[in-house]
């Protein structure tokens, strides 16, 4: 049961980012910056998110104490990243027709990525750890179940995408 919890959080994770993604680069008229930007902010987070949790033991706890519970933050996470990026021009005040700087984009994008991307890594480094108090798995084995649940909810998503669903449709699968 806790590998295919760890397989969700991995599925989860991807499947959402591939969703903001594609909001992100629709809101933001898709040029490269908008897509190196995206990148950025979002690695970013996790990265930053990644390093804080990695040095504070008691957080790390914390978090492992709370699971597999706590992951469903994601859920609320993704909806208000979601809607930050549907509704950015309108909480910005950017009109619709208007071009965005390229500064504006840097900001709206860390701003907007922070959610999703900061709860990957805490859940990450708190599902290696609850895997390791709970059982005999190692980190390694969490690292696979991620990886296969984020490679799963990539390639599912992108089939979707492609056979043509909405964001808010695989949002809701």
Known sequence: ??????????????????????EFISSFDSGGLTVAVFLFSWLFWISLSSFVISRIKSL???????????????????????FLIFKFRKIFGIASYAEIAPAAVIICSLAMN???????????????????????????????FEALGSFAGG???????????????????
Not at 14 to 21: D, N, W
Not at 62 to 80: T, V
């Open 60 to 82: 790390q706890d914390f978090a492992a104490k709370l699971s597999p519970g706590i992951f469903l933050l994601y859920i609320p996470a993704f909806c208000l990243q979601f």
């Open 114 to 144: 922070f959610p999703l991307s900061m709860l990957t890594a805490v859940f990450f480094q708190s599902s290696a750890n609850w895997l390791k108090t709970t059982s005999d798995f190692s980190s390694a084995a969490a690292h696979r």
């Open 1 to 22: 049961m806790q590998k295919i919890i760890v397989f969700s959080l991995g599925f989860f994770s991807m499947a959402a980012q591939a969703i903001v993604f594609r």
């Open 155 to 173: 390639t599912i998503s992108s089939v979707l995408f492609f056979s043509g669903a909405n964001s808010i449709m695989i949002g809701i699968i």
